[in-house]
């Protein structure tokens, strides 16, 4: 058996009875809540690109390396530009993120499938509190949602550092033993798996070009309880086993 396994399909309906205990469910943005073919994080990343090349008066392939150094060693670009360099975070943030929405459509059954979950709904990201407003509007699923705890709330501490987790879960009274986290990033989730919450991967269906190979395989690893590469239906399957049923019906067509 190799180390990793390749994208799998979503969570067998009789495992599902894992979430029965749990009344907070929390969510990742970025290709967590939209898959990948929307485009968005390549805009991001390429903004990212673009800022330190203008801050720095290198050529694309430079800051790209040096993007890349910053996001290994502090996790992202981001805290390394503050610690390092003093940065103003909103000025990168309002940079980074002005990006085209245009090929986010809204998807209703995400959206009936998040309002039927039993309980809070909350939204974790390591972007900014606008970013996640603007993508969760277009996807039509921000009314579903009670907060946004974004880099700033984090102070600019991203996942996956247990601290900032822990600073999510005070602000908020999250009960970890009662809470799921969704992510699509592996390693973001040995914090939570290590504070008690429920976790569950979430793996795009084809492979995403714009992203490492790395970051898109399941670990077979104890901190992931779930995964899935349907995030709309893995939710339904967890609310049919829990006899939870969406308020609204999908329009017919």
Same mark, same amino acid.
């Given at each position: 058996?190799?180390?990793?396994?390749?994208?799998?399909?979503?969570?067998?309906?009789?495992?599902?009875?894992?979430?029965?205990?749990?009344?907070?469910?929390?969510?990742?943005?970025?290709?967590?809540?939209?898959?990948?073919?929307?485009?968005?994080?390549?805009?991001?990343?390429?903004?990212?690109?673009?800022?330190?090349?203008?801050?720095?008066?290198?050529?694309?392939?430079?800051?790209?390396?040096?993007?890349?150094?910053?996001?290994?060693?502090?996790?992202?670009?981001?805290?390394?530009?503050?610690?390092?360099?003093?940065?103003?975070?909103?000025?990168?943030?309002?940079?980074? &993120? #002005?990006? @085209?929405? *245009?090929?986010?459509?809204?998807?209703?059954? $995400?959206?009936?499938?998040?309002? +039927?979950?039993?309980?809070?709904?909350?939204?974790?990201?390591?972007?900014?509190?606008?970013?996640?407003?603007?993508?969760?509007?277009?996807?039509?699923?921000?009314?579903?949602?009670?907060?946004?705890?974004?880099?700033?709330?984090?102070?600019?501490?991203?996942?996956?550092?247990?601290?900032?987790?822990?600073?999510?879960?005070?602000? &908020? #009274?999250? @009960?970890? *033993?009662?809470?799921?986290?969704?992510?699509? $990033?592996?390693?973001?989730?040995? +914090?939570?798996?290590?504070?008690?919450?429920?976790?569950?991967?979430?793996?795009?269906?084809?492979?995403?070009?714009?992203?490492?190979?790395?970051?898109?395989?399941?670990?077979?690893?104890?901190?992931?309880?779930?995964?899935?590469?349907?995030?709309?239906?893995?939710?339904?399957?967890?609310?049919?086993?829990?006899?939870?049923?969406?308020?609204?019906?999908?329009?017919?067509?």
């Amino acid at each position: 058996m190799t180390e990793t396994s390749p994208i799998a399909d979503p969570l067998p309906l009789m495992k599902a009875h894992d979430f029965d205990d749990v009344n907070v469910w929390i969510f990742d943005l970025d290709n967590t809540l939209y898959p990948h073919e929307c485009q968005l994080w390549p805009q991001v990343d390429q903004r990212i690109t673009l800022f330190l090349v203008e801050m720095f008066g290198l050529d694309g392939l430079s800051a790209r390396a040096l993007q890349k150094y910053y996001y290994t060693r502090y996790g992202t670009t981001l805290k390394g530009l503050m610690d390092e360099h003093a940065i103003s975070p909103h000025d990168f943030l309002d940079f980074a &993120h #002005q990006i @085209d929405l *245009s090929l986010v459509d809204p998807d209703p059954r $995400l959206g009936l499938a998040i309002e +039927a979950l039993p309980g809070r709904k909350l939204i974790l990201t390591n972007g900014s509190r606008q970013h996640a407003e603007n993508v969760s509007r277009k996807l039509g699923i921000r009314d579903h949602f009670e907060e946004i705890f974004d880099i700033v709330a984090a102070d600019f501490v991203p996942k996956p550092e247990t601290r900032t987790y822990e600073k999510f879960l005070a602000l &908020h #009274q999250v @009960d970890p *033993s009662r809470a799921a986290m969704f992510e699509d $990033l592996a390693k973001n989730l040995v +914090a939570p798996a290590a504070l008690g919450m429920k976790t569950v991967l979430v793996l795009p269906k084809v492979a995403d070009p714009f992203r490492e190979a790395h970051e898109q395989t399941a670990p077979e690893a104890h901190y992931i309880h779930h995964r899935t590469t349907d995030l709309a239906a893995f939710l339904e399957q967890i609310e049919t086993v829990r006899g939870v049923r969406p308020t609204h019906a999908l329009p017919k067509g």
